[in-house]
């Protein structure tokens, strides 16, 4: 049979994904565990869901969560840090702490036959670690030293500018990893009270996924976590304030790097937290907008006029209202071009060029056909259950996830739009040339140039 | 364990494996072109990594961007370039597979009347935003560009980067990639994987179903080259940076040759973690350096095997060298201990496992399967990949050390604030890189 090369081939209906069966638990100490099943290969995923990351650093010491994370695996009882990742190596144990703005996630990964010494190693980072002077000492050099080089990372100084800009003072306001004046100033007192305060049973998650029986996977945890303890009058992480309403003063912001072979670009807003009803419609939208390849976005910056080897938009839902942000990096000439498409397609989307009845329907398909490929890992499964952990969402959140996608249609995606995208009082910041790139930015419209500090060291 | 695969060749000449695992609905399409950098020629750099870009603008019969239908479907796809090889890849809902597939031949058979001077035109400036966001405007980007150029003579196929020079990627001209297409892109230079929620007999009729007819193409000569340094070469590279940093590189064992998988260990149990002797070392006991990684670069020519280290600011680039070739010379003195290669073979093989965890993408078991195809013509070598790893002794180790990683035949690159060359390892010569 020969093919039919006028079409292309139709799809037949898209297989359910299969989800991962979730078993949830609760410890004595009131640890919460849950576990489920991964059988393609004989590995297993740990993951400890703390929730306090840096939006819990003291506004005066940002850096804290983060430095408290990168401190948990220097050691433990009478295991120096060598010896403790010595330990992590001899079971080829993939060991890793991510400090986000609401959450730590202490993880490992090792072959099913080393689960309990996995968890025993889990357990001595999490709850015991030494938290030494001077690990301190040279854990806070290299942090320094990290920082240093940092100023000199176009996306990192963007990240790091954009955050304050939008947020202020607001927790979210800061990069977790911190700053060198915060950082020069912190002690190891305050990284053991963060300790002490954040790391407790309650309202922690365990989450363990992979090739053994849940009863198995629940004995293993019981015996590494079950002992643990929070110390007295000891009550985890605080609220944090609602983000500020108001765009920043000016909406037009330069960190100057002299000659920059591009200029790295960011507009955004405070827009949505992770329990907004609008999250399944605003994934929709952003799909659309800049979430893929096809997107709007892309296509214009990059398939259409070449500024860029790729440009996209994201909301980063969070337990209060996260940012929405655009990003791309553009060939310095064409900043102000690129800005002016970048708006461009964040006004259409709202009202002038709506999201058609076509682009909606990709967008569905693509996020409820490609679901399946979301579960293929016992990484993969974790790090979706750590979501669900951290943000207190439905048991049947995996189940309702494709009909919920199903369910959003045009009038949804267009009041959405408006709801919650804001270009004419979106932040616009570019990391960049001010030489090459100030001149052609008044047809913008967008207000006075704010100069912030932060661009790194000099260029030839 | 394995990866289990079935393999045929269609009368035209393309190899097809197919690999079952049905423990998630999907399937990993992976398509590998024998061609890379090193198929380029001095002054035509770029091209065949500029070319991947094209393949993703269209074909005859379907003349717009690849990842609408694919993306729409639920699938994801990518593609990319080394000096050896281009790969292409699908993953995709099981019954998208044709999709896949359909659009995978059009452009292995049907490209070329759908290349034009505007596409052409638009992804060349695509590619340069992509060589100046990763390499012109990133710290320490241009590194590996200036040591390559000194490691390999001009006329050798891997003394440029893949991502090309600008002049070049400026002189290239559509009547170019129409060559290069025909000479390359053809069922007789590329090797098909189909990996995933699909049985086999199925798989082996749809690629024959598609990729049947198309033409084979003319047969392929494989590049061959040699290069050796005889002399230590100092090198300084100023750049925008806060801090220096030292590249050491030397010649290494070609990928799945001899001393290769040994090479591998030694970069393993001499910088890879905090219980690799030159972290625990340098970072951690004496406070040398903020950082410090090791690599053995394994490709179809040859390899090379790299240092890297950035200092501490109390402490200089001389400092580090010396630190560095003084427990690389105890390695090749005395070997590794036991207990030390015990541990790098529990890591070794437990990343075998992980390796087996999705079926596409980079590095799945679809790239896997073509990476051995397409390299040794033997798919199944899976096994015997991690038993050069586990039957390695700390002698074979020590050896391959001894054979490789010595002082006077290497390149040392300083990499140094702009103005600041005094940071250099004393007596290297300025280089630039455009």
């Excluded at chain 2, 998630?24 to 750099?45: D, F, M, Q």
Aim: with cysteine; charged share 20%.
């Amino acid at each position: 049979m020969s093919v039919d090369r006028t079409r292309l081939p139709v799809s037949g209906p898209a297989a359910a994904p299969r989800l991962p069966e979730v078993r949830r638990t609760r410890l004595s100490n009131g640890l919460a565990v849950w576990t489920a099943g991964h059988h393609s290969v004989p590995v297993v995923t740990v993951v400890l869901v703390v929730p306090a990351g840096a939006a819990q650093d003291p506004a005066d010491r940002p850096g804290l969560a983060s430095l408290t994370g990168d401190m948990l695996d220097e050691g433990s009882g009478a295991r120096s840090a060598i010896d403790m990742h010595d330990a992590l190596a001899r079971i080829g144990a993939q060991f890793d702490t991510e400090v986000g703005a609401d959450a730590t996630l202490v993880a490992i990964t090792t072959l099913s036959r080393h689960l309990a010494a996995g968890l025993d190693l889990l357990a001595d980072v999490v709850l015991r670690p030494s938290l030494a002077a001077g690990d301190f000492e040279r854990v806070r050099r290299l942090r320094l030293n990290r920082l240093q080089q940092l100023r000199d990372l176009a996306p990192f100084v963007a990240e790091r500018a954009f955050a304050r800009w939008i947020y202020g003072t607001h927790p979210y306001g800061h990069v977790p990893v911190g700053d060198e004046t915060a950082l020069a100033a912190l002690t190891l007192d305050e990284v053991r009270g963060f300790h002490a305060r954040m790391f407790v049973p309650e309202g922690a998650t365990v989450i363990a996924v992979g090739d053994a029986p849940h009863a198995s996977l629940v004995a293993a945890v019981e015996a590494a976590f079950g002992g643990w303890r929070a110390p007295a009058g000891v009550h985890g992480p605080s609220d944090l304030p609602e983000p500020p309403a108001d765009p920043p003063a000016g909406r037009l912001a330069l960190v100057h790097r002299p000659a920059a072979a591009q200029s790295e670009l960011r507009i955004g807003q405070v827009a949505a937290a992770r329990d907004t009803p609008d999250y399944h419609a605003l994934l929709v939208l952003n799909t659309i907008l800049g979430g893929q390849f096809i997107s709007r976005i892309n296509m214009n910056l990059r398939q259409t006029h070449g500024y860029t080897y790729g440009a996209r938009t994201a909301f980063d839902f969070r337990r209060r209202r996260g940012p929405f942000q655009f990003e791309s990096s553009v060939q310095s000439s064409v900043t102000a071009d690129a800005l002016r498409e970048a708006l461009g397609e964040l006004e259409a989307i709202r009202g002038p060029r709506p999201a058609t009845a076509d682009e909606i329907e990709t967008a569905r398909t693509a996020l409820t056909r490609g679901y399946a490929r979301n579960f293929e890992t016992a990484q993969q499964v974790a790090r979706a259950l750590s979501q669900l952990a951290l943000y207190g969402l439905p048991d049947d959140y995996f189940q309702q996830f494709v009909p919920r996608v199903e369910a959003v249609g045009e009038a949804e995606v267009l009041r959405v739009a408006r709801d919650y995208l804001h270009p004419d009082r979106m932040g616009i910041l570019i990391v960049g040339d001010r030489d090459v790139v100030a001149p052609g930015l008044a047809p913008l419209q967008a207000g006075p140039l704010t100069l912030l500090p932060g661009g790194g060291a000099a260029a030839s | 364990m394995n990866i289990a695969y079935t393999k045929h060749v269609l009368d035209n000449g393309l190899q097809v494996l197919v690999h079952e695992d049905r423990n998630c609905p999907i399937v990993a399409v992976n398509l590998w072109y024998h061609v890379g950098s090193k198929n380029e020629r001095p002054h035509h750099t770029g091209f065949a990594h500029l070319f991947e870009h094209l393949m993703f603008e269209g074909s005859a019969h379907y003349d717009r961007g690849y990842f609408h239908p694919l993306q729409q479907a639920g699938g994801v796809l990518n593609g990319s370039t080394n000096a050896d090889r281009t790969n292409y890849w699908e993953v995709v809902p099981r019954h998208t597979l044709e999709l896949a597939l359909w659009m995978e031949s059009d452009r292995m058979g049907y490209l070329l009347p759908a290349l034009t001077e505007a596409k052409f035109a638009n992804q060349r400036d695509v590619v340069l935003n992509e060589r100046r966001q990763n390499y012109e405007n990133r710290p320490y980007g241009l590194a590996s560009m200036a040591v390559l150029a000194a490691l390999y003579p001009a006329a050798h196929p891997y003394h440029w980067s893949t991502i090309g020079e600008v002049a070049d990627l400026h002189a290239a001209t559509l009547d170019q990639a129409h060559d290069f297409f025909r000479a390359y892109y053809h069922p007789a230079n590329a090797s098909l994987v189909i990996a995933g929620d699909v049985e086999t007999a199925e798989a082996f009729d749809l690629a024959q179903r598609y990729f049947g007819d198309i033409p084979p193409g003319p047969p392929v000569a494989r590049v061959s080259a040699t290069a050796s340094i005889d002399r230590e070469v100092r090198l300084l590279l100023e750049d925008r940076v806060e801090m220096p940093r030292l590249y050491l590189t030397w010649h290494s064992p070609a990928m799945f040759a001899a001393g290769d998988a040994e090479m591998d260990l030694l970069s393993d149990l001499l910088a890879n973690g905090k219980t690799s002797r030159l972290y625990r070392r340098l970072v951690y006991e004496r406070r040398l350096a903020t950082d410090v990684s090791s690599l053995q670069n394994s490709r179809e020519l040859s390899g090379f095997f790299q240092v890297v280290a950035t200092p501490t600011p109390e402490h200089t680039l001389a400092e580090l060298d010396e630190e560095i070739s003084a427990e690389i010379e105890r390695l090749m003195a005395d070997g590794p201990v036991e207990s030390e290669l015990e541990r790098s073979r529990a890591q070794v093989e437990a990343n075998f496992v992980y390796r087996l965890q999705t079926v596409g993408g980079f590095g799945g078991k679809s790239d896997q399967l073509n990476a051995y195809n397409t390299f040794l013509g033997d798919a199944g070598y899976f096994e015997r990949d991690l038993a050069q790893y586990l039957e390695a002794t700390c002698e074979d180790v020590r050896r391959a050390g001894a054979a490789h990683l010595a002082r006077g035949r290497r390149v040392a690159l300083s990499v140094v604030p702009q103005g600041r060359t005094d940071l250099a390892v004393p007596g290297s010569e300025r280089t630039v890189v455009s």
